[in-house]
């Protein structure tokens, strides 16, 4: 099925391609209800229909700063499978952060997915979601989770929480404050949400184990104080939850059936199973009901598949929690380590079913994983993470505080600097919604972590979609003014450029020439160096070799001109009027070479952005002292050069191969026909690399 997808869709597939096709196959995540909007299960199973998208993805960026490169592959990775695998991609804000959160980031981020090609609109469904609209269920849930014992608050310091968390070698301790009664905690948890508590004075913790060996699941923070105003839900809440918590019930409300992250959160996949699992009867209501119902009629012998049950769950007791009825089942597992009685008569087995039937709250995790091994692939349909590679690209730096520093610090000219690896710097570099495609499918997707992309795979994407779209023009970026003594004053011809050399469908354009030209300084040399073959007059008095100017004529130059200080600025030259590009004598004299040019009379004045990379060392971050210190000096360089009268007249964000240069395009903000602005998006080849 791997091969049939590569063979169809035209992109290699990957781990998690593989997970989606197997789920699809066994139908795992169905029977899955859809009401239009995210909602606890109960909701979707009596308001919805049967869900028409065969998987959900979801985008998640918490709206504090730009998209960056990192984020495009994000982006292309999830709406991509949801495009390929007849699904739906959610955009969704992890808005739970009151202070660090902006409306010009939402904004901006929106605009960033619109523009690489994506939409989270299907159809009558938008799903565009923020997890602000989840506080209420986000609170009923804490508060399900402090009635079953598993969460409690704690009023210790940050600096005592910190000291008593232990070590990857040490156990961490028990806050004073965790065996509080359940009354006591859900008393004081309303008081935190009706404000009557100090900020940082104490946060609800979950109740898992202080000695894990993952420290993701000492006990982490589920909800602190913190009385900010949040951009849309305003001063309601004085609580706000904590990412961790927040992000599973988030995915699990919206269907989501493959939550799909980068390798950091890999350690925190525990913890996002625990907190779907403990809400489970209220998140999962009809679910929980059928489970309750199964288990019963396994207890008194009415379901075949009882015995198979009570083995996967004894194969799942790592599952169990610190609760007193999980302690209880955890000491009779404890009896069956030379096997699992063999059936329901057993009185062990009948103690399993009563502690089980008891305490169905407590067994929440316990049933997901026995019944999903015996009666129903994810039976609560829960939401799974899997995480990828996250992209390491040389030269440049994706924390969000380092582009922040970049950026309130002045070293860039804000946000959408070309310069900056953010989408909307790409953009306004000239980077293409397919170049980055291609680069996020270049990339690849894998469980590895650590491998480093070269900038160059980077450029090269870019390279390859503007070779094929973008027209070709004549720019000269240092002006040098060549002066043809023998065509006539005042004269002024028309001539035929091809707008793309391969792609005759794209047409032609008019250019003029008249006796003054500009041309590029570099393509006159006093003192060639060896193997120059462009204009030079030799000294030994030897004739001037011929060059032909692009479009128009073979010219031999005569003599130059000096300023004061020794500087050429301007080359004398006669044209040889039979040889003029597309007539029979254009091939009468021989060359080796070409040169562009442009009419000075009808050339216009234009300001050229000339970027190089902003780091000058592969790993910026690596190393001793500041990343800052491995800027690259004169990253950015403003050329006033010449352009065709049609580029200036260039729509913004217009792309062009300025011939023998590279690729530029029309500044998306600068620009105008009265000030052109363009700037460089790539050279045509890698000269980094050299």
Known sequence: MSDNT????????????????????????????????????????????????????????????YLHIGHAKSICLNFGLARDYGGRCHMRFDDTNPVKEDQEYVDGILDSVRWLGFSWEHGSEKNLYFASSYFEYMYAFAEHLIKTGYAYVDEQTADEMRDNRGTLKEPGKNSPYRDRSVEENLRIFREMRDGKHAEGSMVLRARIDMASPNINLRDPAIYRIRFAEHHSTGNKWCIYPMYTFAHPIEDSLENITHSICTLEFEDQRAFYDWALERVVPVLRTPQYEEAQKLVAAMAKGEDARAMAFVAAAYAAREKLGQSAPEAELAKLFEGWKEGVPADLSDASVKRFFEVLTKHPENFTPLLQAALSATVRKNFFLLSHQ???????????????????????????????????????????????????????????????????????????????DLEARAERRMTVLHPLKLIIDNYPEGQSETLIAENHPQKPEMGTREITFSRELWIEESDFAEVP??????????????????????????????????????????????????????????????????????????????????????????????????????????????????????????????????????????????????????????????????
């Open 386 to 464: 899997y995480e990828f590679n996250r992209l390491n690209l040389t030269y440049v730096v994706v924390s969000k505080r380092k582009l922040i520093q970049l950026v309130t610090e002045h070293y860039v000219d804000g946000w959408d600097d070309p310069r900056m690896p953010t989408i909307v710097g790409l953009r306004r570099r000239g980077f293409t919604p397919e170049s980055l495609q291609t680069f996020a499918e270049r990339c690849g997707v894998s469980r590895v972590a650590g491998g480093w992309i070269d900038y160059s795979v980077l450029e090269q994407c870019l390279r390859e």
């Open 529 to 690: 160096p060896k193997g120059f073959r462009r204009l030079t007059i030799p000294a030994d008095g030897s004739p001037a070799k011929p060059v032909r100017l692009r479009y128009g004529y073979v010219i031999v130059p005569t003599s130059f001109e000096k300023d004061a200080s020794g500087k050429v600025i301007a080359v004398h030259a006669n044209y040889l009027p039979e040889t003029r590009s597309g007539t029979e004598g254009s091939m009468s004299v021989k060359t080796k070479a070409t040169i562009h040019w442009l009419d000075a009379q009808t050339a216009k004045a234009a300001e050229v952005r000339v970027y190089d990379r902003l780091f000058c060392e592969p790993n910026p971050e690596a190393g001793e002292g500041s990343f800052l210190d491995r800027l690259t000096p004169n990253s950015k360089t403003i050329l006033q050069s010449f352009v065709e009268p049609c580029t200036a007249l260039a729509k913004p964000d217009e792309k062009f191969q300025f011939e023998r240069s590279g690729y530029f395009v029309a500044d998306r903000k600068d620009h105008s026909p009265e000030h052109p602005v363009f700037n460089l998006s790539v050279g045509l080849r890698d000269s980094w690399g050299k």
């Open 6 to 65: 590569e063979a169809q869709t035209g992109r290699a597939t990957n781990f998690i391609r593989n997970i989606i096709e197997e789920d699809l196959a066994e139908g795992a995540n169905q029977p899955r209800y859809w009401c239009g909007y995210p909602a606890p299960y109960s909701e979707e199973l009596e308001k919805g229909q049967p869900d028409t998208a065969k998987i959900r993805t979801r985008f998640p960026p918490e709206p504090n700063g």
